[in-house]
C-alpha cells in the first residue's frame, strides 16, 4: 500500500453495500508487438464477510484483477466498484479503504520487525496513541512479538509473510486483498496464515479475496472464482465445482518406488483419462463423462489385475477438468515426450547399488551458526530423493554445497563420484541446477538464453544448436523464442530454467522449490518431465513445499534445524508420523506438521 492518506475507519453503522464488484471488466497489455488480453469481460461481486479464493492458471490474470480492485490499474472498459466507490476515479480513497498484499510485499530487509511497522503506520496515517495496542493484536496473532528487533532480512520466509501481512493490517481494513500470500512458504507456516486469515473474518468482519496456488486452500474458501486466460470460467462455492464430477473420480492402488510413477504415468496417457495424479500409496483418477474404470484399467492392467475404488470428487479436480476443457476448445492437444531425446541422454553415473551422491557428517557454519548440522544420507542413480522441511531448515544451503556453490565448514561429500573438496568444477560439469528463484538472465530472450547456457556447459557446433532446437520443441518454447524472459508467465519460466538446466544432459540435476507459485496444470507437466527423466537414468535431488508432489518421490528426508529428522520412503514418513485424529491414514502434510511439530521445531523459531 502506498498510499499515504489516512485510511478510512470502518464504521459498522455505515457498512458499505458493496465490498467489490467488477462489472464486464476487460484489460489489454502491450509486450513489444505482442498484445496480451489479461481479462475479457469479467463480471464477480464478492459476499461481504467471506474468504474469496481467486483461481487460475499462470497468466489467468488473477494479478491483474487484484491490481484493477486495488485502483492501482484502470479497465480498458467495463466498472469496479470498491466499497461504493469508482475503484477508477475514486483510486486513491479506494487505496486508503483496503489492505493489499501483493506477491512481493515491499519488507525493508535492513529495518527490523518493529521498524517495518512503523514504517507502514506512517505510510497509512495510523494515530500514535492507537499503534501500541494494535502491534501488541498483530504481534500476537502472527506469534511474531519474540522478534520485533530482529531484521527483517533475518526471518525465514514464513516469518517474513507473516510480516507483510501485520503490515498490511495495521489499519484494519474492510476489504483485504491478499495475492499469493503462501507462495514459497512451508506447510506449518500456510496453515498459520490461514489461521489469522480466519480470525480477521470472524473477529474484525473482514472481506478477503485471496488467490493461491494450493488448491487445498481454495477448497477452504466459501467462494471461488475460476479464471482462465483472461475469462471467468466458473464462481461459486467449491462443493459447486466438485458435484459436477459425482462418479467419475477413483483410486488405483499403486505400492511404492518407481512402479508407482510408470503406473501414474501409463494411466496418464489413456483415452479417457482427465487427470492422474499419485495420492498416498493410490494413484487419483477422474475420467470423462460415460468413461468405465475398468475399460481404463485394461488399457495399462499387464497382469496386475488393478481395481478402481468410488471416491468423492474434490476441487482441484474440477479446477483441472475445467480448464483442461477450456484449453482444448483453445488449441489442439499435442503429445510430449519429456526427457532426454532419444540416443543423446548419458544417464547414471554407476552400477545399481553405487551412490551417485554421498553426503557423511556434512556440516556448514555461518559465524557460530550452523546452517547444517551432522547431515549424512546417499542418492542411488535414476533415484528420485526429496528434501523437505520448513523455511530456513537447511535445505537450499545443502543444496548449494551439494551443487559445488558453496563450500562445506566439515564432513565429505562426493556427487557422480567426485570430491567435491578436491575438484568441485569437475562434478558441475555433470550436474543439472535449477535455484528456487528465477535465476535466469531477464533482459535476454528465451533463445538468447538457450544460447548462453548451452555456451556455458561448453557445447559448441552441431551439438550446441542441436540442443537448442530440442529446447525449443521439447518445452513448446518456440512461440516466446523472442519475447524477454523476465516477460514470461512463471510457467513458461519454469519451463525454460529447466530446460537450461538439461542443455548438457546433466545425469544429476538438483531442483531447489522448482513449482514453488506455479499453477496446477503446469506442475503435472513438470513432473511429467520428471518423471521420464528419473525412467532414463537420471538422479533427481528435489526440494518442495507441495507435500502432494513429496509423494512422487522414492525417498525423502525431513530437515529440521539443519539437522536429519526423519528419512525413508513416502509410506515410511506417513507411517512413522501416525494416524490422524479420526484414526485414518495422514496426509503427507499431516505428516511432515506432525513430525514437525513433535521435534519441537514447529512456530516461528523454526529456521528463524
Excluded at 519474540?146 to 516469518?159: D, H, I, K, V, Y
Excluded at 532446437?469 to 513458461?492: D, I, N, T
Amino acid at each position: 500500500m502506498t498510499a499515504t492518506a489516512q485510511r478510512a475507519q470502518p464504521d459498522p453503522a455505515s457498512a458499505p453495500a458493496t465490498t467489490l464488484a467488477l462489472t464486464e471488466v476487460s484489460k489489454t497489455f502491450r509486450s513489444g508487438k505482442r498484445r496480451i488480453q489479461a481479462l475479457r469481460e469479467v463480471s464477480v461481486e464478492l459476499r461481504p464477510g467471506t474468504v474469496t479464493g481467486l483461481i487460475g492458471p499462470d497468466g489467468a490474470g488473477k494479478t491483474t484483477l487484484m491490481r484493477l480492485a486495488a485502483g492501482l490499474l484502470a479497465p480498458d472498459s467495463g466498472t469496479i466498484t470498491v466499497l461504493d466507490h469508482d475503484a477508477t476515479r475514486d483510486s486513491l480513497i479506494v487505496q486508503a479503504s483496503i489492505g493489499y498484499m501483493p506477491q512481493r510485499f515491499g519488507l525493508y530487509e535492513d529495518l527490523s520487525v518493529q521498524e517495518n511497522l512503523d514504517l507502514y503506520a506512517d505510510l497509512q496515517g495510523v494515530p500514535a496513541q492507537l499503534r501500541t495496542e494494535r502491534y501488541t493484536e498483530l504481534m500476537h496473532m502472527t506469534g511474531l512479538g519474540p522478534f520485533t528487533r530482529r531484521l527483517a532480512g533475518q526471518l525465514s520466509g514464513g516469518m517474513k509473510q507473516k510480516l507483510g501481512l501485520a503490515c498490511t493490517l495495521v489499519q484494519p481494513p474492510r476489504l483485504l486483498l491478499l495475492d499469493e500470500p503462501t507462495v514459497g512458504v512451508d506447510p506449518v507456516s500456510r496453515r498459520e496464515l490461514w489461521s489469522i486469515v480466519y480470525r480477521l473474518v470472524d473477529q474484525e468482519g473482514m472481506t478477503v479475496l485471496l488467490s493461491t496456488a494450493y488448491l487445498d486452500e481454495a477448497e477452504r474458501c466459501g467462494e471461488v472464482i475460476l479464471l482462465n486466460d483472461g475469462q471467468l470460467l466458473g464462481h461459486g462455492p467449491p462443493a459447486q465445482f466438485s458435484a459436477e464430477l459425482a462418479g467419475r473420480t477413483f483410486t488405483v492402488a499403486a505400492g511404492e518406488g518407481p512402479a508407482r510413477r510408470t503406473l501414474q504415468s501409463a494411466l496418464a496417457k489413456q483415452a479417457g483419462v482427465d487427470d492422474a495424479i499419485i495420492q498416498g500409496d493410490d494413484i487419483r483418477l477422474v475420467l470423462d463423462e460415460g468413461m468405465a474404470a475398468e475399460a481404463v484399467l485394461r488399457g495399462v492392467d499387464n497382469g496386475r489385475a488393478l481395481q478402481a475404488r468410488a471416491v468423492e470428487p474434490r476441487f482441484e479436480d474440477a479446477f483441472i477438468t475445467r480448464v483442461r476443457a477450456a484449453r482444448a476448445h483453445a488449441e489442439p492437444a499435442g503429445d510430449r515426450n519429456a526427457g532426454p531425446s532419444p540416443g543423446e541422454a548419458e544417464p547414471g553415473a554407476g552400477p545399481a547399488g553405487e551412490a551417485v551422491i554421498r553426503v557423511d557428517d556434512l556440516e556448514r557454519r555461518f559465524g557460530d551458526f550452523y546452517a547444517v548440522h551432522h547431515v549424512s544420507f546417499a542418492v542411488q542413480p535414476g533415484e528420485v530423493f526429496g528434501l523437505l522441511g520448513a523455511n530456513g531448515a537447511g535445505k537450499t544451503t545443502t543444496f548449494r554445497m551439494l551443487c559445488g556453490l558453496l563450500p562445506p565448514s566439515g564432513g565429505h561429500v562426493s556427487v557422480a563420484g567426485v570430491d567435491l573438496r578436491q575438484a568441485a568444477a569437475k562434478a558441475r560439469a555433470r550436474i543439472g541446477y535449477m535455484s528456487q528463484k528465477f535465476s535466469l538472465y531477464g533482459h535476454l530472450s528465451v533463445l538468447q538464453n538457450l544460447r548462453f547456457f548451452s555456451g556455458a556447459y561448453g557445447l559448441r557446433g552441431a551439438r550446441r544448436e542441436r540442443r537448442i532446437r530440442w529446447a525449443l520443441e521439447e518445452f513448446e518454447l518456440a512461440p516466446v523464442a523472442e519475447a524477454m524472459s523476465q516477460e514470461l508467465s512463471l510457467g513458461f519460466k519454469q519451463r525454460l530454467a529447466l530446460a537450461c538446466a538439461l542443455m548438457h544432459e546433466p545425469e544429476i540435476l538438483f531442483l531447489d522449490e522448482p513449482t514453488s507459485g506455479v499453477d496446477p496444470l503446469a506442475r503435472r507437466e513438470f513432473w511429467s518431465r520428471i518423471n521420464e527423466l528419473a525412467h532414463a537414468g537420471v538422479t533427481v535431488l528435489v526440494t518442495t513445499h507441495f507435500m502432494e508432489e513429496a509423494e512422487y518421490c522414492d525417498r525423502l528426508a525431513i530437515m529440521v534445524a539443519g539437522e536429519i529428522l526423519a528419512i525413508g520412503t513416502p509410506k515410511d514418513i506417513r507411517q512413522r508420523a501416525g494416524s490422524t485424529d479420526k484414526g485414518g491414514a495422514p496426509t503427507m502434510e499431516d505428516a511432515f506438521i506432525r513430525l514437525i511439530e513433535r521435534a519441537g521445531a514447529a512456530g516461528p523459531e523454526a529456521g528463524a
